[in-house]
């Protein structure tokens, strides 16, 4: 079994400053592991994801994320925020080896103000 | 353009009635999902199909069923909606099983049981 941890419930930044959500998973077997972005009222939607190679995933809007295989950690950043950035954002991580469900983090509220 | 649907988008019912949510997907895909979104839980999985006729418990399926007998669709149904079932479900596809294919969410319906 997996699970997901995001510590952060709520990430205040003001725009264009950088920003890190931050995720931490744990897992007995090896893991895919993914990030989607919820705007306001809509469903999920993939920013990025890590499957192998290069630990640094680069993703849609900007975002990046780098995979840390020794602390568990798969950690969301973007060097300069915007007002449509706005949203909430999952990690979430499948196994490998376990077909195609997902167990997701309990989400990130980022907030960009003026 | 394909897409994912789901109706409706919002849904107020009473303890005790039978709902059921659709879910349409115009992609072919042949894994279909269902989630319930809740307030410091993120996304858990309900139930989900690898395709026609196959469907499989998620970690919260207590008290719902689906049932899959095409492609393209994949209904919730709640035999006996109870109070602690109001949230926000998603229904989510894929095209494979393998743990590397991206799931593509609908919009959510919102659920309200009294």
């Known amino acids: 079994a997996q699970s997901v941890t995001q510590l952060d419930s709520q990430v205040p930044v003001f725009e264009e400053a950088p920003v890190e959500l931050r995720c931490n998973y744990s897992?007995?077997?090896?893991?895919?592991l993914f990030w989607y972005v919820q705007y306001p009222n809509q469903g999920l939607q993939l920013l990025l994801k890590?499957?192998?190679?290069?630990?640094l995933v680069k993703g849609i809007n900007g975002f990046e994320a780098e995979f840390n295989k020794s602390q568990t950690s798969f950690h969301l950043r973007k060097p300069s925020v915007h007002i449509s950035d706005t949203a909430e954002y999952f990690c979430?991580?499948?196994?490998?080896?376990?077909?195609?469900?997902?167990?997701f983090g309990t989400g990130t509220q980022l907030k960009v103000e003026l | 353009d394909a897409e994912i649907t789901q109706s409706p988008r919002h849904k107020i019912t009473e303890t005790g009635r039978q709902v059921t949510l659709a879910c349409h997907q115009t992609w072919n895909h042949n894994n279909m999902f269902w989630y319930r979104q809740d307030l410091g839980h993120g996304l858990r999985l309900i139930h989900y199909?690898?395709?026609?006729?196959?469907?499989n418990k998620g970690e919260v399926s207590d008290g719902y069923s689906v049932s899959r007998s095409n492609t393209e669709d994949l209904p919730l149904t709640l035999e006996s909606a109870a109070s602690s079932q109001t949230s926000v479900y998603f229904c989510a596809s894929s095209k494979g099983t393998s743990a590397t294919d991206t799931q593509y969410f609908g919009p959510g319906t919102r659920l309200t049981v009294l």
């Open positions: 897992s007995s077997v090896s893991v895919y």
């Open positions: 199909s690898y395709g026609v006729q196959d469907t």
């Open positions: 890590y499957l192998s190679g290069s630990t």
């Open positions: 979430a991580v499948s196994d490998t080896g376990g077909g195609n469900k997902l167990t």
